[in-house]
Nanobody, 127 residues
Framework: QVQLVESGGGLVQAGASLRLSCAAS????????MGWFRQAPGKEREFVAA????????YYADYVKGRFTISRDNAKNMAYLQMNSLKAEDTAGYYC????????????????????WGQGTQVTVSS
């Protein structure tokens, strides 16, 4: 069992940066793979980035194009999404997700692969 709480969203201008945080409760955070997803109004939830339990493997959606970086600090039970050069099309609710998956094996990037979800944090980018 793990509980996830996102923070760090807000209203910013295009070109700005934000760092989203995901705080996880529980004593086994270091064996959970973590992902970030986003969902705009009227659209399906889509994959943004993911990181393996130890941090050795990362995955990114093509449309991120090197602008976003996912990371984690297992000692603090935290996962992060650094978002640079934000665009209006990045506007969405951003959700943290987790699944028990120890090691740096290949992992899933589909929503159905993940077991736990946070409530989301809103990111709004104005032109």
């Amino acid at each position: 069992q793990v509980q996830l709480v996102e923070s760090g969203g807000g209203l910013v201008q295009a070109g700005a940066s934000l760092r989203l945080s995901c705080a996880a409760s529980g004593r086994t955070f270091s064996v959970y793979a973590m992902g970030w997803f986003r969902q705009a109004p009227g659209k399906e939830r889509e994959f943004v980035a993911a990181i393996s339990s130890s941090g050795g493997r990362t995955y990114y959606a093509d449309y991120v194009k090197g602008r976003f970086t996912i990371s984690r600090d297992n000692a603090k039970n935290m996962a992060y999404l650094q978002m640079n050069s934000l665009k209006a099309e990045d506007t969405a609710g951003y959700y943290c997700a987790a699944r028990w998956f120890p090691g740096d094996r290949p992992m899933g990037v589909m929503t159905d692969w993940y077991s736990y979800w946070g409530q989301g944090t809103q990111v709004t980018v104005s032109s």
